[in-house]
């Protein structure tokens, strides 16, 4: 063979070489996109799995509060309703030893221990409103308090210095520590002096 010959033989191998390599990459590149559009199939399938979870994770909370917020609602009310049961069963023991007071018929010989039975029932009483919070605001003698008083009239005394109660009509109560009736009393004012 003449070297021309071998020249364009090399020609046409490395061509088909060439086209080789380039059908092989393309064949490569080709499989390559292919599982580049199957990870993205994979990818969006991840995520609408991920959405579906969490819509209905939203929606079971979203469940869960309405649920909560009628509980709630339903307790408050119950509690409007029935929160005073406790205190009233403590009264009603004290009811209970009026009734049985009341019903002593009352003589010259018993009157003297029906006294005594009711000072008991009204120590019972003080007692029990104690127990659940409710106390008298100590208020004869002291300095008038419109936070505490409700002044119905003043009169001229030496006995208490002026402002300061004189007498009680109703006595003042809290509840804890807010007043839940206020007192009515009477208020001292100074005397005034004849000339």
């Given amino acids: 063979m003449s070297k021309e010959q071998d020249s364009k033989k090399d ?3 490395s061509e088909d070489d060439l086209v080789s390599h380039v059908l092989e990459e393309s064949q490569t590149s080709g499989d390559e996109k292919e599982p580049t559009v199957t990870q993205d199939m994979g990818a969006e399938s991840s995520l609408t799995k991920e959405l579906e979870t969490a819509k209905n994770d939203l929606l079971y909370l979203k469940a869960e509060f309405d649920n909560y917020k009628k509980r709630v609602i339903k307790e408050r009310s119950e509690l409007v309703k029935y929160g ?3 205190a009233f069963s403590q009264i009603l023991e004290i009811v209970d030893n009026f009734e049985r007071a009341l019903s002593i018929e009352i ?4 009157l003297k221990s029906f006294e005594e039975g009711m ?4 120590s ?3 007692e029990t409103l104690k127990r659940l919070g409710v106390e008298e605001v100590e208020s004869e003698g002291k300095p008038f308090d419109p936070n505490f008083h409700e002044a119905l009239s003043a009169e001229e005394t030496n006995d208490v210095p002026e402002g300061h109660v004189l007498r009680i009509l109703k006595k003042p109560y809290k ?3 807010k007043i839940i009736r206020p007192g009515q009393v009477i208020v001292a004012k100074e005397t005034e002096s004849k000339e």
């Fill in 175 to 177: 509840l804890h520590d």
């Fill in 124 to 126: 019972s009483l003080i």
């Fill in 119 to 122: 000072r008991m029932v009204y």
């Fill in 107 to 110: 003589t010259p010989e018993n």
């Fill in 84 to 86: 005073s049961e406790h």
């Fill in 11 to 13: 020609n046409t191998n």
